[in-house]
């Protein structure tokens, strides 16, 4: 079990074992090994599961934001903020590095096959959030952690309370590390979707 300042529940490992793990405060870091993913290809190929998350079983309405890093040293690298009901139902929103070798706003839907969405380049790191409202879920980003842009607003096929936390990856190289800074949640319901406060 982990425990990181900002986030008031215990935290496991699921997947593949870390690289690395350091709590040092409010800061963690988490490494992933070599050709890590979470992800289900539209394409009918296998899933790819075993990417390092750290995740708690969370009931109602919440946010959870972090200021998000990563070493980015391949393509698809990235760490992320993780709503994990099971291995077919699952949704993340990371910093991932782009093909063209630039930090981006990446979002991953998945009811049965992944639904993958690139948004926009952005500076590492950056912030990230994620809410529930009800059956739905909200992703968000921002430059400063006070003014938030909606990526996606999305639900889920299965039923019950998420796991939620923390994901890196490294698809296509060696190893990757995220970094999760000013960590933060609350249980309480986004109040506006659109505008994200």
């Known amino acids: ?32 090994g070599a050709l890590t993913d979470v992800f289900a290809s539209a394409d009918g190929s296998d899933p790819r599961l075993g ?31 993780l709503v ?26 998945t009811r049965g096959v992944s ?25 968000h980003v921002s430059t400063d952690g006070s003014t938030w842009s909606l990526v996606r607003h999305f639900a889920l096929a299965a039923a019950g309370d998420p796991l939620v936390g923390f994901v890196a990856q490294a698809p296509t190289g060696e190893a990757c590390t995220a970094t ?3 960590i933060s949640f609350a249980p309480e319901r986004l109040a506006d979707l659109r505008s994200g406060v």
């Open 1 to 32: 079990m982990t425990r990181v300042d900002g986030f008031p529940f215990e935290l496991e490992a699921h997947g593949d074992a870390p690289l690395s793990l350091e709590v040092d405060g409010g800061v963690l870091r988490l490494g992933a």
């Open 84 to 109: 994990w009901l099971d291995d077919r139902n699952w949704a993340k929103l990371a910093l991932e590095q782009s093909p063209a070798g630039e930090p981006t706003i990446v979002s991953v839907v």
């Open 51 to 81: 990417s390092p998350r750290l995740v708690a079983r969370v009931g109602g309405d919440f946010l959870l934001s972090a200021l998000v890093g990563a070493t980015f040293a391949s393509t698809y690298d990235a760490g992320g903020l």
């Open 115 to 139: 639904d993958d969405c690139n948004s926009w380049p952005a500076e590492s790191p950056a912030w990230l959030r994620v809410a529930r409202l009800g059956p739905a879920y909200a992703f």
């Open 180 to 182: 999760f800074e000013s």
